[in-house]
């Protein structure tokens, strides 16, 4: 069985920078791709930014220049810096991996308000 964890999600002010994290266990065939999406109420599911393991990264343009995914191979972590927070970026924020199915953590959530 597959884990995911997150953790890092808080109350921010506008400007302000979280980080957060997502730790991956269990039987793992090979991971392809982590990345993390977000949700906020009454909005679909969408990505905000993916890495895979061939090395290509994608961001979502409201997030470019923001935002960075990184990856922890050998821990089987992927993290997402969040810098220049703005109240819009508001919402639960799940991580996933592609192994080669998908798998989803549990979401943590991130609040932008002053």
């Known amino acids: 069985q597959v884990q995911l964890v997150e953790s890092g999600g808080d109350l921010v002010q506008p400007g302000g920078s979280l980080r957060l994290s997502c730790a991956v266990s269990?039987?793992?065939?090979?991971?392809?791709?982590m990345g993390w999406y977000r949700q906020a109420p009454g909005n679909e599911r969408d990505l905000v930014a993916r890495?895979?393991?061939?090395?290509?990264?994608y961001y979502d343009a409201s997030v470019k220049g923001r935002f960075a995914i990184s990856r922890d191979n050998a821990k089987n972590t992927v993290y997402l810096q969040m810098n220049s927070l703005k109240p819009e970026d508001t919402a639960v924020y799940y991580c996933?991996?592609?192994?080669?199915?998908?798998?989803w953590g549990q979401g943590t959530q991130v609040t932008v308000s002053s």
């Open positions: 996933s991996v592609d192994a080669p199915s998908r798998y």
């Open positions: 890495s895979t393991t061939s090395g290509s990264t």
């Open positions: 269990g039987s793992i065939e090979s991971i392809r791709a």
